[in-house]
Nanobody, 114 residues
Framework: VQLQASGGGLVQAGGSLSLSCAAT????????MEWYRQAPGKQRELVAGISSGGSTNYAASVKGRFTISRDNAKNTVYLQMNSLKPEDTAVYYC?????????WGQGTQVTVSS
């Protein structure tokens, strides 16, 4: 099983980016899909999560600016990030729970300049 994340990059404050993460390699029964991030010198933190039924939750710092969604047919999770701030700069990781296993993507860098 592999998680391939893409969509990171450099953007000015106030801009937008969209991340995607596709799970491949025979993964079945995906339950929860999540995005985490880790800034330099800080612990990895949960940004947003979405259940198999579509229920979502967000970190307080991104609520109202970020939107998580998923396409079950494509085993893909998305993160739409709007009104980006310099403090959103981090490596973003996707995490997928399926069949009692947890899988992590390789991370994609998001840099927001002021």
């Amino acid at each position: 099983v592999q998680l391939q994340a893409s969509g990171g990059g450099l953007v000015q404050a106030g801009g937008s980016l969209s991340l995607s993460c596709a799970a491949t390699g025979g993964i079945f029964s995906i339950n929860r899909m999540e995005w985490y991030r880790q800034a330099p010198g800080k612990q990895r933190e949960l940004v947003a999560g979405i259940s198999s039924g579509g229920s979502t939750n967000y970190a307080a710092s991104v609520k109202g600016r970020f939107t998580i969604s998923r396409d079950n047919a494509k085993n893909t999770v998305y993160l739409q990030m709007n009104s980006l701030k310099p403090e959103d700069t981090a490596v973003y990781y996707c995490r997928v729970s399926a069949s009692f296993n947890v899988y992590w993507g390789q991370g994609t860098q998001v840099t927001v300049s002021s």
